[in-house]
């Protein structure tokens, strides 16, 4: 019991990490700062500075209604690109999948330090912990790539008249939820990582690393 307990400091610092991408990856989430956009056409978007998320766009206007005018983005909309409505739905289910993993990672824990009962049964909960933070991680990591990748080539969104947003940007660059959210996804991988037997995580690094040296 003493081994188990003293071993599994490695996986009580997963489950902080990976309670901390939870907080991270809901941020993100609530973030309007994913697409950055710049616009010539001052008349209604008086700084020259819109912002694009996936939820909703917003701007600073002094013609509109409101200073900041902000329009939510629905995924039934069919101007929408893929990326945003992919970005709406895997970004939800990381939130939900993410609570999951702590809850069971935090089973596992007290399981290891406090139980003296089915301890056989730790590293089938671990390597579950585990296995649900890997998924969360690249359920954050596929919007975000895909959005930066947007960006890079500065691909528009057609929005219709009543959005008062042009449909194609002077330039655009990434917005701040782009880098939130890699951090959140990076750390939430290492905690999935974290909960595997090390023998598994070796194995992962060697392919990883093998990969690497092939190409280079």
Known sequence: MLYIAHTAHWQFLALVLGF?????????????????????????????????GIWRICFY????????????????????????KLGQVLMMLAVITGL???GIAAYGIRMAYFSVKNRSRIKI???????????????????????????????????????HFPATPVSQ????????GFFASVLMLL?????FPSTCTKGIFYVFFAEVKYIL
Do not use: M
């Not at 206007?61 to 945003?84: D, N």
């Not at 660059?173 to 939130?180: D, P």
């Not at 905690?191 to 909960?195: A, I, P, Y």
């Open 20 to 52: 901390l991408s939870w907080i991270i990856t809901l941020a993100t989430l609530g973030l309007d700062e994913w697409r950055v956009w710049f616009v010539n056409n001052t008349t209604v978007i008086n700084s020259g500075v819109a912002w694009v």
């Open 173 to 180: 660059k990434v917005g701040s939820a782009i880098g939130v």
């Open 125 to 163: 909960v671990f390597l579950l912990a585990g296995i649900i933070y890997l998924f969360t991680g690249f359920c954050t990591l596929l919007p975000i790539a895909w959005n930066l990748n947007s960006i890079l080539n500065n691909r528009t969104i057609d929005f219709p008249p009543e959005y």
């Open 61 to 84: 206007s002094h013609v509109l209604s409101e200073i900041e005018y902000c329009q939510y983005l629905s995924i039934t909309e069919s101007f929408l690109p893929t990326e945003i």
């Open 100 to 102: 999951t993993g702590n």
């Open 191 to 195: 905690s999935g990582l974290t909960f």
